[in-house]
């Protein structure tokens, strides 16, 4: 099944200690991104990536990191977390240009205390 | 920039009710528009896109017509099911940028048996 998988799902962590949410896709979509998602505010861009080794920053990038080592693969890294990251967090890949239509992971919820 | 702003939700209706959810957009060139769907607890799944003026997008009862003249892309279902109480996000996607699709705010709908 072509698909968008995410992990965790949830996470609970305190301020400070570095966590990654995976994001893996089936699908050999060059394109990936990560969102937030905020009542009130919408989806907003954090980081998004043109292909294997090609990342650039989204609306709001501060305190994330990515890599994309791997065409199927797109971490984010929250090196330092706080508790305004607090928010559920969308992976989504598209074979190429963001007009193709994305396809998007479940969500991760994440909760800094 | 781009922009796009949908209809405050939330929306009630009656099921077999007639469903309009408003978006108009903002947009430097030539976007293509979407309309994604998000059930609860789950990632956005892409509803229906168009990617040229007159264009009508369809999918699952739902239809939207991108219409430049009016910078507009309506989403609408003739008789509304219990089972598409989700929220509705509308967005374009600049056809000169990989860069992303900016969403609307999203708007929430139920439907009441």
């Known amino acids: 099944e072509a698909q968008v998988t995410q992990n965790p799902r949830y996470l609970i962590t305190v301020t400070g200690k570095k966590l990654t949410v995976t994001c893996s896709q089936n699908m050999n979509h060059e394109y990936m991104s990560w969102y937030r998602q905020d009542p009130g505010l919408g989806l907003r861009q954090i980081y998004y990536?043109?292909?294997?080794?090609?990342?650039d920053k989204g609306d709001v990038p501060e305190g994330y990191k990515v890599s994309r080592k791997e065409k199927r693969n797109f971490p984010l890294i929250l090196e330092s977390p706080s508790p305004n990251q607090t928010s559920l967090y969308f992976c989504?890949?598209?074979?190429?240009?963001?007009?193709?239509?994305?396809?998007f992971g479940s969500g991760t919820r994440l909760t800094v205390v | 920039g781009d922009s796009v702003t949908q209809m405050e939700g939330p929306v009630t209706l009656s099921e077999e009710a007639f469903l309009t959810i408003n978006c108009t957009y903002t947009?430097?060139?030539?976007?293509?528009l979407f309309w994604y769907v998000q059930y609860p607890g789950e990632g956005l799944q892409l509803l229906l896109k168009?990617?040229?003026?007159?264009d009508k997008g369809s999918n699952k009862g739902f239809e939207a017509t991108y219409r430049k003249e009016t910078t507009s892309f309506h989403l609408e279902k003739g008789s509304v099911q219990v089972s598409d109480s989700a929220v509705y996000f509308c967005?374009?996607?600049?056809?000169?940028?990989?860069?992303?699709?900016?969403f609307g705010s999203g708007t929430q709908l139920t439907v009441l048996p």
């Open positions: 168009a990617t040229k003026a007159d």
């Open positions: 967005a374009l996607s600049d056809r000169g940028s990989a860069r992303q699709l900016t």
């Open positions: 947009a430097t060139g030539y976007p293509s």
């Open positions: 990536s043109m292909n294997v080794e090609v990342t």
């Open positions: 989504a890949s598209s074979l190429t240009r963001a007009g193709d239509g994305y396809t």
